[in-house]
T-cell receptor, first 114, second 114 residues
Framework: AQTVTQSQPEMSVQEAETVTLSCTYDTSESDYYLFWYKQPPSRQMILVIRQEAYKQQNATENRFSVNFQKAAKSFSLKISDSQLGDAAMYFC???????????FGAGTRLFVKA | DAGVIQSPRHEVTEMGQEVTLRCKPISGHDYLFWYRQTMMRGLELLIYFNNNVPIDDSGMPEDRFSAKMPNASFSTLKIQPSEPRDSAVYFCASPLGRLQETQYFGPGTRLLVL
């Protein structure tokens, strides 16, 4: 069975600073995808970034980047130059290659201070 | 493409009433997922469809819940009779393009059962 763990229920960052959200996962499979989703107060689930496990290069999307450590089964999200609009719930998620059941972590609520 | 469309966005009903949630997935793709999000249980997969056929409904909590996908462009999630503990945000999601493992979510329906 696959599991996703987010050990930080809440995080806080000053505007323009950098913050890292942690995620660990467990799977016996070697091919899978990892995701970070953002859920702002509007409740919309928005895909932030996606990482294929077979790729060694860490995914990057503008101010968002990941640190993917496959051996350690760790997948952290770094948000650079934090903005007030980054305040949201962030979910780490795992899906197996060719599979369709995405497993979500419990989420980390990020507060951004002006 | 307009993305995943859900209706209604908000629903308030009384215990015992029937509730029907609707979803229009991203066109041209074979999979559709229904999730429920609560504070206590987080994001739970209820059921998913492939080519209009339910593949895994193990997440459906009780017989009061049923889901259908009569065609590729429409799905419903029905709760009959509804109970206060069904209050949650219900999301519909579908993959985009060839990235079948990546799910794109609708805006959700916030259900409150009084």
């Amino acid at each position: 069975a696959q599991t996703v763990t987010q050990s930080q229920p809440e995080m806080s960052v000053q505007e323009a600073e950098t913050v890292t959200l942690s995620c660990t996962y467990d799977t016996s499979e070697s091919d899978y995808y990892l995701f970070w989703y953002k859920q702002p107060p509007s409740r919309q689930m928005i895909l932030v970034i996606r990482q294929e496990a077979y790729k060694q290069q860490n995914a990057t999307e503008n101010r968002f980047s990941v640190n993917f450590q496959k051996a350690a089964k760790s997948f952290s999200l770094k948000i650079s130059d934090s903005q007030l609009g980054d305040a949201a719930m962030y979910f780490c998620a795992l899906a197996l290659l060719g599979g369709f059941k995405t497993i979500f972590g419990a989420g980390t609520r990020l507060f951004v201070k002006a | 493409d307009a993305g995943v469309i859900q209706s209604p966005r908000h629903e308030v009903t009384e215990m015992g009433q029937e509730v029907t949630l609707r979803c229009k997935p991203i066109s041209g793709h074979d999979y559709l997922f229904w999730y429920r999000q609560t504070m206590m249980r987080g994001l739970e997969l209820l059921i998913y469809f492939n080519n209009n056929v339910p593949i895994d409904d193990s997440g459906m909590p009780e017989d009061r819940f049923s889901a259908k996908m009569p065609n590729a462009s429409f799905s419903t999630l029905k709760i009959q009779p509804s109970e206060p503990r069904d209050s949650a945000v219900y999301f519909c999601a579908s993959p985009l393009g060839r990235l079948q493992e990546t799910q794109y979510f609708g805006p959700g329906t916030r259900l409150l059962v009084l």
